[in-house]
């Protein structure tokens, strides 16, 4: 018997969101399909790697001190290039890249920013563990030209859109507008985004925590004893969950916005700003955790109120179920951020 043949493309899908909105322009969804575009091309970039001697490094260091892989660089540039060109864009910024990417002078300059992680958890992919790319989209706040600097450095509630691709044993395409949030799947066979996880919200209490527990003995006070409440050694104050880490965030993160939990990258004596950058990671992932029912705080402060002051800031991070994102705020009130 052959089921259903109705399916929603992220095409339709956005389209039938526009049309919500008389006064819609129509230039923010096509952003979100140029985008899209880049993702198909990096899905299936990820998926032959192997094959066409793009896995390992290639002895740069990028601006976050980072050896960038192969694959990072390859990302990078098919996600400039499926951008610069459109007319929708007035500059860009990257992990990758130590300035603001201008648009070139050849093409208009649009009406938004958009800002990237091209491959976030690149260090999974010589041993074929998932990798994602992270996107956060604004309205520029200069009246003409380019775009500055101050289109860029815009605190993440001004996000008009904000989303991820996790490249795994399916490529999955994740985003918000601001009008909740919505998962589509690759199907490969046809080369479309299809509808298949509609108004994603996420469980108030989670059943997992996802941090890397070799920095403990690096963590201040309050994000040890945050940590013990999710182990369960402090059953009166927060029941234990399970832990699961996988080493990239857009995985990490996507496990825990499915099925409830917790993600947390504090900062350590190492990291005392923490590890996880605002602007590429940090802020867009809040504001679709949010549109989620869930809350995002860099242990005490909503990420989305903080206003980034250079481009490549760092700030510690809790991410994910509400409950256990406040429990985490609590706790570091109580215990203090003073080192151990």
Not at 37 to 44: E, H, V, W
């Amino acid at each position: 018997m052959i089921g259903s043949t109705a399916v929603t493309t992220i095409e339709r899908f956005i389209l039938d969101q526009e049309h919500k909105y008389p006064e819609a322009t129509g230039e923010l969804s096509h952003l979100l399909y140029d985008i899209a575009l880049g993702a198909k091309l990096i899905a299936a970039a990820t998926r032959r790697a192997g094959l066409v001697n793009i896995l390992g490094a290639i002895g740069n260091v990028n601006v976050q001190g980072e050896e960038q892989q192969k694959l990072d660089v390859f990302a990078n540039e098919i996600l400039k290039n499926a951008l610069n060109h459109t007319g929708r864009v007035c500059v860009m910024a990257s992990e990758e890249d130590d300035a603001p990417i201008p648009i070139p002078p050849e093409y208009p300059a649009g009406k938004y920013v958009v800002l990237f992680d091209p491959l976030d958890g690149s260090s999974n992919i010589d041993s074929n563990a998932s990798v994602g790319t992270i996107f956060s989209v604004y309205r520029r706040v200069s009246m003409e030209g380019r775009g500055t600097m101050e289109d860029v450095l815009q605190p993440g509630h001004r996000q008009v859109a904000a989303g991820y691709v996790l490249y795994g044993s399916s490529t999955m395409l994740v985003y918000t507008t601001g009008q909740g949030v919505h998962g589509f799947t690759l199907d490969p066979t046809i080369g479309e985004f299809l509808l298949s996880h509609p108004d994603i919200m996420t469980p108030e209490v989670g059943k997992y925590y996802s941090v890397n527990e070799s920095n403990y003995a690096r963590w201040n006070r309050g994000s040890q004893m945050a940590v013990r409440g999710f182990h369960g050694d402090t059953p009166e104050r927060m029941e234990g969950k399970n832990s699961r880490y996988i080493g990239a965030f857009v995985a990490d993160f996507h496990r825990n916005l499915i099925n409830g939990g917790i993600f947390l990258y504090p900062a350590d004596a190492k990291n005392p700003n923490g590890k996880l950058r605002l602007l590429y990671e940090c802020s867009p992932m809040a504001f679709l955790v949010e549109q989620a029912g869930g809350a995002a705080t860099d242990g005490v402060r909503r990420i989305l109120d903080l206003q980034p002051e250079s481009l490549h800031q760092r700030v510690p991070l809790a991410i994910g179920s509400k409950a256990d994102v406040e429990f985490v705020a609590r706790t570091m009130l109580e215990f203090g951020t003073n080192a151990p």
